[in-house]
């Protein structure tokens, strides 16, 4: 069966060395969203990037330092991620947030005649 709603996709631009109570930030982000229910998240490398210093940062350019783009994406109704933005703001120092309004279909397995689903 599918299913259609509107959903919101939050996009979280930050540095793989960003912290928050000595562990990396974006895995803090990920827990905070997995504990409050949201439908789901994905932390995704970057190989480059550039922001307000204007310097490419890559693992491949050695002279934009050592601090790679990290991609924090999390996808729910529009209501939970809205719910969900203050929490963000309060944790991150700098950083870029995003938000998409969009479709998402869920797939959801249908049982087999004849017999019941749980």
Known sequence: MR??????L????LGDDDMKDGQPLYRVLLETAMREGLAGGTVL????????SR??????????????PIVVEIIDLPEKIDAFLPVIERMIE???????????RKLVPVAPRGTTSV
């Open 3 to 8: 299913i259609m709603e509107d959903a919101v």
């Open 10 to 13: 939050l996009r979280i631009f």
């Open 45 to 52: 490398p970057a190989p480059m990037g550039f922001g307000l």
């Open 55 to 68: 310097n490419l940062r890559s693992g491949l350019n050695p002279d934009a330092g050592a601090r790679m």
């Open 94 to 104: 700098s950083g870029m947030v995003t938000m998409e309004a969009l479709k998402a």
